[in-house]
């Protein structure tokens, strides 16, 4: 069982008017609970964004439904407070930062050095962040007929949960608590202390020397941002390439890019201790086998996530769980208890924002408007797209080359080369490329990995694709601006058209033309 928090657990430093908005709105420290209605036809524990949506969406119905909503922390979850929210725009800046940088190339001088404020970054973060916090605020959720609670909620009997002293009666319930950041078993890493996501965005002075454990999503992010600000990067990965989940030519770019901006690439290495000396903390590990050590300032973990399964008291209720995969769910997102479904991190490798939401909209159908089961929605049915925002970003929906071949399908790769987009060109952003992969003998599109910098805008065009089973011959008719680099996916459905001109079509092609 986690110890109980404090008020104090929810001032988050530093306590300036921006994070005290915040806080105002996510978690208002005078907040008196309702008294709870005699029996809620749905009972949502965990306040993210799958909390959120479940709750917002079935209250928003018009149909007098009776819901709860729980939160032990922070409304708004990891997105709004410790993810999407303040990293995105940490990363802005930084792309601002290196716009300047090179802005050579374009005509442009720009008079000295780039010099970055660091406090004034964070604080455009805070204030960016309590702007948008009113969405997620309990007093909207209220004002949307949503009974919030403040508190630790744990499962007390079949249809009743506690919190905060009172006792609420439940049709259904979700278990939407999420993940928190996990960090690797190294000997003094504990001890000296490190940074996650979920502290490195109340720093207000820029640590000078920076290590980033882990080469994923989040660590390659971050790395990024922090050396474009003015840190001197080490990023440590114990596999060979970073990325190592995503398309290899995809990563390859992002790890030309990384050494090309000065970021200190550490592959294949493995963490053996931590300790504090007066230069700083030191990291000793091996790598290409050598013993080697390494002296920074901070360490930033970015290592994986655990899922937020303890103090819900899940036994009590039959729900079927792992701490390190989370809570068990059928494809209809429904737990070893009917009664009881989950949506989010909490059970879902997609651990994403927008996988959130659409597993939230999942729930609401299969919890309120499937009687004996009829009418549910699969969470198997989404197509769902991802972007690592890097610089380009990196973005993916369907299936890769592998996934395919595991399958038994047999596919056929497209590949447009940024250098061949009028678009890129112009922008001086030549390096990314887009593959479609299509069934091999049809245009069915099966999935498709872009590097640009704004592929997490494009690539939604090829999700609308797969979604509506439009193939790359009709995706060929869609007609795109010119120039855009957008265009490459045009490019791609064009390269197929011109796969369909056999000789023999090419022949009836000829006698079409010299009757015409």
Same mark, same amino acid.
């Given at each position: ?365 299969? +919890?309120?408007?499937?009687?004996? &089961?009829? %009418?549910? *929605?699969? $969470?198997? !049915?989404?197509?769902? #797209?991802?972007? =690592? ?73 090829? +999700?609308?694709?797969?979604?509506? &089973?439009? %193939?790359? *011959?009709? $995706?060929? !008719?869609?007609?795109? #601006?010119?120039? =855009? ?32």
């Amino acid at each position: 069982m986690m110890p109980p928090l404090t008020p104090e657990a929810f001032l988050i430093q530093p306590l300036d008017e921006y994070n005290q908005t915040l806080v105002a709105n996510v978690h208002p420290l005078d907040w008196v609970n309702p008294e709870p209605r005699d029996r809620y036809d749905l009972v949502v524990i965990g306040a993210g964004t799958a909390g959120l949506v479940v709750a917002a969406g079935a209250a928003g119905l018009g149909l007098g439904l009776k819901v709860a909503l729980i939160e032990k922390h922070l409304m708004g979850g990891d997105c709004l407070n410790v993810g999407c929210v303040p990293s995105k725009c940490m990363i802005r800046s930084a792309r601002a930062a290196a716009d300047i940088r090179s802005a050579a190339p374009f005509g442009v001088q720009a008079s000295g050095s780039v010099e970055v404020d660091f406090p004034a970054v964070m604080a455009r973060l805070r204030r960016v962040r309590a702007s948008i916090s009113p969405n997620d605020s309990a007093k909207r959720l209220q004002t949307l007929g949503v009974d919030v609670f403040l508190g630790q909620g744990a499962f007390t009997g079949t249809d009743t949960i506690a919190v905060a002293g009172k006792t609420l009666r439940f049709k259904k319930a979700v278990i939407a608590t999420g993940a928190r950041a996990s960090h690797p078993d190294i000997e003094g890493l504990a001890d000296i202390g490190f940074l996650t996501n979920e502290t490195v965005f109340a720093l207000t002075e820029r640590p000078q020397r920076l290590a980033v454990i882990g080469a994923g999503p989040i660590g390659c992010e971050l790395a990024q941002t922090f050396q474009r600000l003015g840190s001197e990067v080490t990023l440590l990965h114990q596999n060979e390439h970073i990325l190592d989940r995503e398309d290899r030519d995809a990563a390859e770019v992002i790890q030309q890019v990384f050494v090309q901006e000065g970021i200190q690439l550490v592959l294949g290495a493995t963490l053996t201790q931590v300790e504090r000396t007066p230069a700083g903390k030191v990291i000793h590990f091996t790598a290409n086998g050598r013993d080697r050590t390494l002296t920074v300032d901070d360490i930033l973990v970015g290592a994986g996530r655990t899922p937020n399964v303890d103090g819900l008291s899940l036994e009590t209720v039959g729900v079927q769980y792992d701490q390190r995969r989370g809570v068990v769910v059928n494809d209809y997102l429904q737990t070893t208890n009917p009664q009881i479904f989950a949506a989010g991190d909490i059970c879902m490798d997609w651990k994403f924002t927008h996988a959130a939401d659409a597993a939230a909209r999942i729930v609401i159908k299969n +919890t309120l408007f499937s009687p004996f &089961g009829l %009418g549910r *929605s699969k $969470l198997s !049915s989404l197509v769902m #797209p991802w972007t =690592t925002y890097t610089s380009p970003e990196v973005a993916h929906v369907g299936l890769y080359e592998h996934e395919a071949e595991k399958q038994g399908i047999a596919v056929e790769t497209i590949t447009i080369p940024f250098h061949d987009v009028d678009r890129a060109i112009a922008d001086g952003e030549e390096s990314g490329f887009l593959k479609i992969l299509h069934k091999k003998g049809s245009d069915k599109i099966l999935g498709a990995t872009m590097v640009a910098n704004h592929a997490g805008e494009m690539i939604s065009e090829v +999700t609308t694709a797969i979604v509506g &089973g439009m %193939g790359l *011959s009709q $995706l060929a !008719s869609v007609i795109h #601006p010119y120039p =855009t680099q957008a265009e490459a996916i045009k490019k791609a459905a064009d390269a197929y058209r011109r796969t369909l001109l056999s000789p023999r079509s090419r022949m009836l092609l000829g006698i079409l033309t010299r009757l015409s």
